[in-house]
């Protein structure tokens, strides 16, 4: 059974900086992209970042400059680091996975974590 952990959520100021973690672990072939969404209080998830297995990323406009998304495949985990955040980055940040288990690929979601961003 293959399983999302994420990590490193909370409260911070605005401006302030968070990194978010998320570990893939069970039985997994590839990795293959790997992402994160969010989803505020009345709000629809949203796709914040992405990155292939080969390192190609993809941001939200609203993002770009501020987050950066990268990987450890070694480690099969992802990591978002959040610079200059504000208010309107409240949410809770869920890590997505599309991978290879058996017996075939998959979508893997974590459980989410909270950011909050006081202003």
């Known amino acids: 059974q293959v399983q999302l952990v994420e990590s490193g959520g909370g409260l911070v100021q605005s401006g302030g900086s968070l990194r978010l973690s998320c570990a893939a672990s069970g039985i997994i072939f590839s990795i293959y992209t790997m992402g994160w969404y969010r989803q505020a209080p009345g709000k629809q998830r949203e796709l914040v970042a992405s990155?292939?297995?080969?390192?190609?990323?993809n941001y939200v406009d609203s993002v770009k400059d501020r987050f950066t998304i990268s990987r450890d495949n070694a480690k099969n985990t992802v990591y978002l680091q959040m610079n200059s955040l504000k208010p309107t980055d409240t949410a809770v940040y869920y890590c997505?996975?599309?991978?290879?288990?058996?017996?075939?690929?998959?979508?893997?979601w974590g459980q989410g974590t909270q950011v909050t961003v006081s202003s």
């Open positions: 990155i292939t297995s080969g390192g190609r990323t």
């Open positions: 997505n996975a599309n991978l290879s288990t058996w017996p075939r690929t998959y979508d893997y």
